[in-house]
């Protein structure tokens, strides 16, 4: 009786210990997956690990940012909402958490985030990146400035930051700080293509479009996945004085999409290299676009106004309203012309 209860004694902490030892592998793997981007073996080794350990959370933060890569921003949510809960201090599942409100378009709840975030760690560099980034897209260009270079002053080689600190300086009208910012960012990291990108969006936006499309390539040469760059060259061709230039920018938007399917501006800017042209094809993209995202201001400007070359003024006006409601100035002066409201 005594050697059964041995044996018995000795499978369980065999078990035991293979068990441990299986729970610790499939949260080393699933962190090394994340590290490598393979996001999806991240979800599938993490998920099975907190089915067995629902206190580690890290394992939730990880497993949250894994489907925040994948766009799945309500499985991303839950994730660090139960980091949360389980470490409150956890200042990166905070902020990771206010990212995903952010990319919902709820900019507000995203700052009250990131600033929790900062009340944790008042020296959390990427969290005053992450305000800067909310207040540029709520136009608060003089906020947003305060906290990229909060940012860079924590973090004096954090050329991603300095390079936001230039876009936020041109949406401001200061070019001459913009270029300064990106420049900076470039010094700190000579691969950095979203600075080299970012340069050229500064000069397009001051009419500069030869200048631009060296800028846009030099960013391709750094890294030819960047579908932003593709874009952005393509308006510089589309705006430029190249006798080519309407065919050059449709295949550079083309190129962007091939990148990113979901590129809005790049179907956007279809419909308008089309507009005059062909009509129906640009409805057809103007149509994509707004699949992706119903209320992008942009688009829905640009459909009214194709509606209204057309005479279908009911459905223009539709759209009018819809950009209008969304604060787009073009839009609510269209709707005013015909004494309408928004």
Known sequence: MRLNIAILIA???????????????LLSNGLFAFNNDN???????????????????LAYNTLGKAYAAF?????????????????????????????????????????????NAIKINPKY?????????AYDELKNYKKAISYYTKAVTISSLYDGA???????YSHNGNYEKALESCKKALEINPRNDDAYNAIGVIYEDQGEYVEAIEWFKKAIEVNKDNADAYNNLGVAYY???????????????????????DNID?????????????????????NKALSINPNHVDT??????????????????????????AGQELSQKELKQRGLDW
């Not at 300095?162 to 936020?168: I, K, P, T, V």
Request: charged share 20%.
């Open 11 to 25: 499978f369980v902490l065999a078990t035991t210990t293979a068990y441990s030892q299986n729970e610790e592998a």
């Open 39 to 57: 996001y999806m073996q991240t979800i599938n080794d993490l998920s099975k690990y907190v089915e067995i350990n629902k206190g580690n959370a």
């Open 71 to 115: 766009g799945n921003l309500d499985k991303a949510m839950i994730n660090f909402q139960m980091a949360i809960k389980l470490d409150p201090k956890y200042y990166e599942a905070v902020k990771n958490l206010g990212y995903v409100y952010y990319d919902e378009g709820d900019f507000n709840k995203a700052i009250s985030l990131f600033e």
């Open 125 to 133: 560099d990427t969290a005053y990146n992450a305000l800067g980034n």
């Open 162 to 168: 300095y390079n936001n600190l230039g876009l936020a």
């Open 239 to 261: 705006y430029s004085d190249d006798v080519k230039g309407e065919s050059k920018a449709v295949k550079n938007y083309l190129k962007a999409l091939e990148l990113n399917p």
């Open 266 to 286: 790049s179907y956007n800017n279809l419909g308008a290299a089309y507009f005059s042209t062909n009509p129906t094809k640009a409805m057809e993209y103007y």
């Open 300 to 325: 829905n400007y640009n459909i009214g106004k194709l509606y209204m070359s057309m005479d279908q003024e009911a459905d223009a006006i539709a759209h009018f309203r819809r950009a209008a409601s």
